[in-house]
């Protein structure tokens, strides 16, 4: 029996990593909010490897915490190994990588959903969309609970129609032995929205004490105090170890024999996989030439035995997998406590959606994370925090926040999906953005603090922070460049010391930055008035000095990228009375619709000679117009 059981701005279903930025964005801008999940003990819940960044994704945790989000501080106060990959490369690529204590991230999310203002929390299964000519109206519980809404946003990741599958051996289910969520997939269909199939995989889990360490390599943490989020302190907490491992000629041997028992190759599993998360099976049948395959022992936490085999993820039968590890140097006597598997779950293809992430065919229906085809925890607190913050300025009637290719690999991530759509799981990687340069880890605060300030996200200590931040760095970049230090022998013995050229005339502080061999702490030895400045400050005035020249030639690119994005295209404009343009690319702008000629030309099966047709057809529209 169906009763009334509340009003909200929004309603966001699922509390994942989409629907904890999503719900936390929502509330935090002053919209009164309801979160529903089907298991309030499972409040930002890793299914898979306990570890949040790495490349693209650490930019994606950056700029979620610029915006005001909350994964960046909650990594920071729950980590317990914590490293900066590739600092080897230019700053473009540096990227942040934390193994979190699952169960400390997931209790410490929870208590933030719990604790903050105009947000409830509250356990429930959807099992209907509500919507009246084509707009959205709230949300029916599996309990018969009806709540209403202005909009609603859906976040529920890999539970919809959600199957593992170990073998032979297949039922319905969420993963880590949650229910799946079915009625909602069949009403999703109802309401008009289409869904696809990709399934995803995780490996076992397998006891600390039945593992033999000495025969494996540790990898510890970095020692330096490193963190994502832009304000905190972050707490230092004892740094675990991670130990890599490689599979055997025996590990392979075990698989290929049993390759016929995998419903990877017995057309059992459906779904599509992610690409770049290929199972070890698929690895040994890929990359046949490759004798091992590097696997790491992830701790899942301070307080459990349990250790993640990652790059080991499988759906072979049970006793199969128990046989690959024990092949495996170090595993000889391992106990296997979780078995992998794999899950198949239906998603929404993501052109469906606007550049908002909300639904074309239902207004005021969003939906964000892992059921609009992406992969990775990163991937969906991203699109969670940019459903909530829109679904927010849609019931205040305000100007949505559509982030650019330019702006942050948020946008990057939206753009690619919205606009190209995906077949497979979508990864965020470095390669997918033009501009990379400008879109590093270290500056998501002066790329997003602004535009979340604008949208009433970013509040006024972060603020505050970010402004004294960059009144620090354009200081000092003021200092050093007005600052300038003779040929003398003391300057000389620091340049020869890091092998940089002496010099010649006199130099600015700035001019030496600039010399690749030369590094701000360099210049202490060599001139005074240096005070202590925070180390992100430094960061900041270094890369800012050192790759000044690089930075430019993006910019004029962006500059360039921009014109063709400030090209709107109107909504009258009829497809099929632009003549010349291919059919294909008809069929395609028809069914899309986008905002813009810079959109128009990403769309798969739009050639630069379709664009320019249209930018001819819409030339001669404007000139009619302005001459009646
Ligand atoms: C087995 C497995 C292996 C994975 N392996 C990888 C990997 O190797 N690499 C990688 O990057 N990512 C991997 N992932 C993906 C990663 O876990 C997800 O990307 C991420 O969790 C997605 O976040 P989300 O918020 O979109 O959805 P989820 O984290 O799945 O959260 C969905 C939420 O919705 C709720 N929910 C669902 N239906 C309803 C309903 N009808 N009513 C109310 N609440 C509902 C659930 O309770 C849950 O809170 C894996 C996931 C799984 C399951």
């Known amino acids: 029996m169906e009763y009334f059981a509340g009003e909200y701005d929004i309603i966001v279903v699922g509390t994942g990593h989409a629907g904890c930025e999503a719900a936390l964005a929502a509330s935090r801008m002053g919209c009164r909010t309801l979160v529903l999940t089907l298991n309030m003990d499972n409040v930002a819940f890793m299914p898979c490897n306990p570890a949040i960044g790495g490349p693209a994704k650490g930019h994606l945790v950056r700029e979620i915490d610029a915006l005001g989000g909350e994964m960046g501080i909650n990594t920071d106060e729950t980590n317990i190994q914590v490293r900066m990959l590739n600092t080897g490369k230019g700053p473009a690529v540096h990227a942040l990588r934390a193994q979190a204590d699952k169960q400390l991230y997931q209790s410490r999310m929870k208590k933030v959903l719990e604790n903050q203002p105009f947000l409830d929390l509250k356990q429930g299964l959807v099992e209907r969309i509500l919507v009246e ?148 099976e698929d690895k040994v049948v890929r990359f046949s030439d490759k004798p091992t395959h590097q696997i790491f022992l992830e701790p899942e936490g301070l307080n459990t035995e349990e250790m993640y085999v990652q790059g080991f993820s499988t759906s072979l039968p049970e006793d199969v997998q128990i046989k690959m590890l024990r092949t495996i140097p170090g595993l000889e006597n391992v106990e296997m406590m979780r078995t ?222 921009q014109r063709l994005e400030n090209k709107k295209i109107p909504d009258w404009l009829n497809y099929d009375d632009v003549k010349g343009i291919s059919t294909e690319a008809k069929q395609k702008l028809k069914g899309m619709r986008p905002l813009s000629i810079g959109q128009a030309s990403r769309i798969s099966g739009v050639s630069p000679a379709d664009i320019s047709i249209i930018m001819v057809y819409l030339e001669q529209k404007r000139r009619e117009k302005t001459e009646v």
């Open 133 to 280: 000519k084509h707009k959205i109206t709230g949300v029916v519980t599996r309990t018969g609970a009806v709540f209403k809404a202005k909009a609603v946003i859906i976040t529920s990741g890999t539970f919809l129609r959600g199957k593992i599958i170990i073998g032979d051996v297949s039922y319905s289910g969420g993963p880590n032995g949650q229910p799946p969520s079915i009625g909602l997939s069949e009403n999703l269909r109802e309401i008009g929205l289409e869904l696809g199939r990709f399934k995803t995989g995780t490996p076992p889990r397998v006891h600390a004490k039945s593992i033999d360490f000495s025969k494996m390599i540790e990898q510890p943490g970095d020692l330096k105090a490193l963190k994502f989020s832009f304000i905190g302190k972050g707490i230092r907490r004892e740094q675990v170890s991670c130990w890599l491992t490689y599979t055997s000629e025996e590990t392979h041997k075990v698989i290929r024999e049993n390759l016929h028992r995998s419903p990877l190759y017995s057309g059992m599993i459906e779904g599509v996989g992610p690409r770049y998360c290929p199972s070890i």
């Open 340 to 561: 992998g598997y794999a899950i198949e779950y239906d998603y929404l293809p993501p052109t469906q959606l606007k550049l908002t992430l909300e639904t074309k065919v239902i207004s005021g229906l969003f939906s964000a994370g892992q059921i609009n085809g992406t992969s990775g925890y990163e991937e969906a607190a991203a699109q969670g925090i940019i459903a909530g913050i829109n679904a927010a300025l849609l019931v205040k009637e305000k100007e949505p926040l559509i982030l650019k290719r330019s702006d942050a690999y948020i946008g990057v991530l939206i753009d690619d999906l919205v606009t190209k759509g995906t077949n497979e799981p979508y990864r965020i990687m470095t390669s997918r953005a033009e501009y990379r340069l400008l879109l590093r880890q270290d500056n998501a605060d002066i790329r997003l603090t602004e535009l979340g300030r604008r949208v009433e996200l970013v509040g006024d200590t972060r603020y505050r922070n970010f402004e004294d931040k960059y009144r620090l760095v354009e200081k000092e970049k003021q200092r050093l460049g007005q600052l300038s230090v003779a040929p003398v022998e003391a300057v000389q013995q620091v340049l020869i010391a890091k092998g940089s050229s002496e010099l010649k005339q006199n130099a600015t502080l700035v001019e030496l930055l600039k010399r690749p061999e030369i590094s701000y702490n360099d210049l202490r030895k060599i001139a005074e008035g240096f005070t202590d400045l925070p180390d992100e400050v430094i960061e900041q005035v270094e890369i800012q000095i050192k790759y000044e020249g690089y930075i430019k030639r993006q910019m004029e690119q962006v500059d360039k990228f």
